[in-house]
């Protein structure tokens, strides 16, 4: 399977354009989650076969830390929706809270506080990102330099 195969599966399942509504965000959020679980049964037995060429290594950690960047993004933007549920809780009745003499100040509250969370939950993928992409670098120098029964790999021949 090709990445751009990887990225016609996301794209054919969440459309770029949409349409967007809470089923479907829920949905892709589901799907991230079980890409990592199945990146995370994909490594657990090590890598070293699984990765053999440093060139995938690369490629895979370059694309998880675009990923951490996307994810930044999105988090930014719950956090930015957080605060305006707490600010809007002031003036309507729209949103409620759970403590049966829950106020208007703890939906505002508790709202503001998830924002503070999401935002340094923003902050981690955006370090992690970084870190990731610096990692990359490291791998970028590196070749597979043996012959193989396939012929000569990638990099230098001997």
């Given at each position: 399977m090709?990445?751009?195969?990887g ?66 993004d ?12 707490g ?5 309507t009745?729209r ?12 939906i ?29 670098g ?21």
């Open positions: 090709s990445i751009q195969t990225f016609d599966l996301i794209n054919q399942t969440f459309p770029l354009d949409g349409p967007h509504t809470a089923e479907t965000v829920i949905a892709a959020a589901a799907a991230i989650a079980e890409l990592w679980r199945y990146l995370g049964h994909a490594t657990i037995g090590g890598t070293r076969d699984l990765l053999a060429d440093p060139a995938d290594a690369y490629t895979v950690v370059g694309l998880l830390s675009a990923a951490d960047l996307r994810a930044a999105v988090v930014e933007c719950l956090a930015r929706y957080a605060v305006h549920v600010d809007e809780s002031t003036y009745d949103f409620g809270h759970d403590d049966p003499d829950g106020s208007p100040d703890q505002q509250a508790g709202m503001h506080q998830a924002a503070t969370e999401l935002r340094a939950a923003a902050n981690g993928h955006h370090w992690s990102a970084t870190s990731l992409d610096r990692a990359a490291w791998l970028s120098h590196i070749y597979r330099n043996t012959t193989t029964d396939e012929g000569p790999a990638l990099g230098k021949e001997n």
